[in-house]
């Protein structure tokens, strides 16, 4: 199994001096980043679809091991809530493709109000493209049942695993691959380790499982990364 562990992002002048040199710029913030991490989740996808240009330049300034997770466009999953959405997906997919073999998931996060719709969900699923993988991250408890983690098995799309001080996904497998967002800013060292085994003992069901860590201000993801690495013997 690969694994790839990183953050939410990279691009925060907040860790400057805290993970990246203080010098360091703006601009060399990726390449710095992709030569200590082998990935990162895309939030910048949640609100705009990223030209031709920006594909390339993401892809240009890391190397060919690493992985781009992105997050769907919110016009998908908060506005059309997955309903008549092919145009954007379409444009969407079009733009993610040009990352090749860096392109990782898409994550499609789902809004708190968003109630459970398995037969929308199924329909939404049998729209996307084949070579496309989804994980979705539910956030209203209606999603977490067995019809739903049944429907996500038929098309091998993943169920987010997140971890937050308001919520927490439970730890079941639903696709070939692992997606965990581990979101809490308090994380001790035995508590990563413990999740650095449950990707292991998972990890014999999934050919992949991507991990990311959050929190921009206090610049703490990084560092649970580099833990998790550590933990995971790589």
């Known amino acids: 199994m690969n694994t790839w562990i990183g953050t939410s992002g990279f691009q925060y002048p907040e860790w400057k001096g805290k993970f990246y040199p203080e010098t360091l710029s703006t601009a060399k913030m990726l390449t710095y980043y992709a030569s200590i991490f082998g990935t990162t989740e895309v939030n910048y996808t949640f609100r705009s679809i990223p030209s031709e240009k920006t594909v390339k330049r993401w892809s240009d300034?890391?190397?060919?091991?690493?992985?781009?997770?992105?997050?769907?466009?919110?016009?998908?999953?908060?506005?059309?809530?997955?309903?008549?959405?092919?145009?954007?997906?379409?444009v969407f997919h079009k733009a993610a493709v040009g990352l090749?073999?860096?392109?990782?998931?898409?994550?499609?996060?789902?809004?708190?109000?968003?109630?459970a719709d398995t037969a929308l969900l199924r329909d939404f699923l049998g729209s996307l493209p084949k070579e496309l993988r989804a994980a979705f991250e539910f956030r209203h408890e209606s999603w977490l049942s067995d019809k739903?983690?049944?429907v996500l098995s038929e098309k091998n799309a993943a169920l987010c695993i997140a971890e937050s001080e308001e919520f927490e996904t439970p730890p079941e497998a639903t696709a070939k691959f692992g997606y965990l967002r581990l979101r809490r800013e308090d994380y001790t060292v035995p508590q990563i380790k413990k999740w650095a085994q449950f990707v292991q003992e998972r990890g014999k069901a999934w050919t992949e499982a991507f991990v990311y860590f959050k929190h921009e201000e206090t610049c703490v993801g990084p560092g649970f990364a580099k833990t998790m690495l550590k933990a995971l013997g790589e």
Do not use: Y
């Open 61 to 90: 300034e890391t190397p060919a091991n690493f992985r781009f997770s992105l997050k769907a466009p919110q016009r998908v999953t908060h506005f059309a809530k997955l309903k008549d959405c092919g145009e954007v997906m379409d």
């Open 148 to 150: 739903v983690f049944g």
């Open 100 to 115: 090749g073999e860096k392109m990782g998931p898409v994550l499609f996060q789902l809004p708190p109000t968003f109630k």
